[in-house]
């Protein structure tokens, strides 16, 4: 134990690390995660369902002519940012694009 101890301090003093000895250091590049289709899905279980895979940037926008989304549990997403498949980091910003529900006006942007 003390030369384990001793051998980690002489390392960090000569500023060396683990790979120098054919150790692998841990890596600091977050795993990427698989964007899911959520279009059709309810906005709030949609959200929570993106969050639980560790997404964490999510925005919901609308596509029907509302300015915010007040209660997703009302709304249904119509479009995502992301396509189904798409392999991100769990930071990136993900758009939901979410229509009222029971409002038959919204309109989906032309691809």
């Given at each position: ?16 690390d683990a790979s120098a000895l054919g150790q692998s ?87």
């Amino acid at each position: 134990m003390k030369a384990a101890l001793v051998l980690a301090l002489t390392l960090a003093l000569a500023g060396c690390d683990a790979s120098a000895l054919g150790q692998s250091a841990p890596s600091t590049t977050p795993a990427l995660l698989t964007m899911p289709n959520v279009v059709g899905q309810n906005a709030d279980v949609a959200q929570d369902s993106l969050k639980k895979l560790g997404f964490k940037n999510i925005d919901l926008g609308t596509v029907d002519g509302h300015h915010v989304v007040v209660l997703p549990q009302n709304w249904t997403v119509r479009a995502q940012s992301a396509k189904s498949g798409a392999h991100l980091a769990p930071d990136a910003k993900i758009v939901l694009g979410c229509a009222r529900i029971g409002d038959h006006k919204w309109v989906l942007p032309i691809p």
